[in-house]
């Protein structure tokens, strides 16, 4: 079974830094479109960090310049490495992509699961 696990998140002070990590289990997530997303409470799901089908990153603009994300295809994982946390980056953290070879990124509304994804607490 195919199967994301997310960790590393952590309760931190703002300017902090954590890295949190995304095994794939089951499934190769080096070489697809794979991403980073956050819930906060009252706030949708979004995309905060993405390795696009051009392999390239792309950020949310309000973590450009704070956030990396990155992958090991030794091991199988992706990271995302957070400088600089203010609460505003406080959510639930999860990982996901194109698990089923579509091709394509899809919209958050569309992945057909999601793993328990890590939380990330930013305060002082």
Request: charged share 20%; net charge negative; aromatic share 10%.
């Amino acid at each position: 079974q195919v199967q994301l696990v997310e960790s590393g998140g952590d309760s931190v002070r703002p300017g902090g830094s954590l890295r949190l990590s995304c095994v794939g289990v089951g499934i190769d997530i080096t070489q697809n479109a794979m991403g980073w997303y956050r819930e906060a409470p009252g706030n949708r799901r979004e995309l905060v960090a993405v390795f696009n089908t051009d392999g390239a990153p792309h950020y949310l603009d309000s973590v450009k310049g704070r956030f990396t994300i990155s992958r090991d295809n030794n091991k199988n994982t992706m990271y995302l490495q957070m400088n600089n946390l203010t609460p505003e980056d406080t959510a639930v953290y999860f990982c996901n992509g194109d698990l089923d070879g579509w091709g394509y990124l899809p919209r958050v509304a569309d992945f057909r699961s999601w793993g328990q994804g890590t939380q990330v607490t930013v305060s002082s």
